[in-house]
């Protein structure tokens, strides 16, 4: 099933620990600011995707199946 | 495994609870805290919690609907007691014995205290201790004296002082954090709360408290008195271990385990409750951060459910500390580092990276505000870069 990543800006503080887990997805740029590489990656990175979910310290990325997105 | 009790509610238990169902552990699945409270962050508390910025309904873990889906038996707010390793039967003092096939200990670590408790005088911890401060703080004390400059002296001094409180900081090292960034670096940070207006002292220490109802002051060892109304204590923190002490498991300064986060057969540890051989430090490591609960507590699940298969545990440890307006991450052990080199930006803008070495290999990255090399330099530590190569690396 495809998925979307959605991240909390207000809550992101841009530990970049997404970034060294799933840098197809993340990227802490110059700046220090976390940029979003794609909303809807490819599903061989869910795993990937989904421990940066975990480890963030602030909670800040969340995991939404396609059919959630739509409910909400 | 039919049934699995995990003895400890925080970060490190609920990670490894969470990572069992996710592998598939359909059996009876209980969750032991000694808190009245379900599994809540910590980082938070001597933060946004402690400066009234966040309700502490912020700091959940998970929420009540989600604890229902993961299935578990909560046990919160009820101790356990002991454990008894050959029959895999954990005590609770509620005089329930759970029988089960495996048990994750994630029971965590508490605050070292001093002398005897005295109104007025803190430690921080849990939620219930920070709401406390947090109502000493804005009763709008005339100083408070914070005992040791490590994680939560440093983040109390610096949430108090942007409160607007008058701040003594007492460390009896030469530098703030100094055991995990060395006496330079600490000495950085110490010129950080000092341009914030903390009266940082050094090199001395807690000679006592003065006071008989309520703390009036802090004695000191070079024999000055400093007046304080509130004293928060950060000396450290003692592994909850004593409801293993029959139990026949190694808990000198925590529960020794095997390279993959085995205690006993059935048994794993994880979290600032355990110790084990990092193989990749070559260092037996016991490590009280944020980021090894989450994954030692998922490493353990997995090594319970799949035996050896689960591999050794072999982390670069990390850890972040927001002081401030500065952000402070230390990837790697600086422990006997021979050699010692800024990478990027400077110590005056106080916005940089540098990295450590120690025979030959990159062993740390230190960073302020710099939260992509720390990350970049943490992969060149995990796969054992040289630290010649790392100075060159680019990014």
Redesign the interface.
Known sequence: MSFKVVVDYDLC?????C??IAPEVFE???D?FLYLLTETPDDNLRAKVEESA??C?K?AIKVLDEEEEEEA | MKAIAVVGASLAGL?AA?ALRRDGFDGQLHLIGDEPHRPY?R?PLSKQVLAGEWDSDRTW?ISPEQLDDLGVHAHFGVRATGLDVAGTTVTLASGDALAVDGVVIATGARCRTLGDPLPGVFTLRGLDDALALRAALERSPQRVVVIGAGFIGAEVAATARELGIEVTMVEMAAAPFERSLGADMGAVLAEIHRDHGVDLRLGVGWAGFVGNDAVEGVALTNGTTIAADVVVVGVGVTPNTEWLASSGLDVTNGVLCDETSLAAPNVVAAGDVARWPNAHFGDVMRVEH??NA??QG?HAAKRLLHGDSAGAYAPTP?F?S?QYDR?L?LAGRTTGADSFQIVDGDIESRRFAAIYGRAGQIVAVLGM????H??RY??LIDSQTSFSDALVAEF
């Open positions: 503080e841009s530990n970049a620990i970034m060294q802490v740029r110059d220090d975990q480890r310290p909670q | 990670r969470e962050d980082p873990l944020w980021d989450t994954t998922v990390w972040w927001d952000k991450q505000n710099r939260p992509r720390v990350m943490r992969g």
